[in-house]
């Protein structure tokens, strides 16, 4: 069974920066690609970024040049940096790894961007 534990969620003001953090704990598989998903009141859930295993990255635009997602493999945990945060940031941040044909969601840790 693998876990995934987010941490590093809060309260930040508007132009702030906030690191997320997700560990893989259990029976930890090579993840193909780990990820950031984020999810807003009232809306769906939408990819943030994603870094594959060899170090591709992939960004919503609406974050291109604000976030920026890493991954250690060696502590299968991945990272996302977020600077300039923005009130439209506010959201659930989700933590997804997919290890095929198996996929993992964390729990969410809250992220809340005062203006």
């Known amino acids: 069974q693998v876990q995934l534990v987010e941490s590093g969620g809060g309260l930040v003001q508007a132009g702030g920066s906030l690191t997320l953090s997700c560990a893989a704990s259990?029976?930890?598989?090579?993840?193909?690609?780990m990820a950031w998903h984020r999810q807003a009141p009232g809306k769906s859930r939408e990819h943030v970024a994603t870094?594959?295993?060899?170090?591709?990255?992939n960004y919503a635009d609406s974050v291109k040049g604000r976030f920026t997602i890493s991954r250690d493999n060696a502590k299968n945990t991945v990272y996302l940096q977020m600077n300039s945060l923005k009130p439209e940031d506010t959201a659930v941040y989700y933590c997804?790894?997919?290890?095929?044909?198996?996929?993992?969601w964390g729990q969410g840790t809250q992220v809340t961007v005062s203006s």
């Open positions: 870094v594959a295993r060899g170090g591709y990255t």
């Open positions: 259990g029976s930890i598989p090579g993840f193909n690609a």
């Open positions: 997804y790894a997919v290890a095929l044909p198996n996929h993992y």
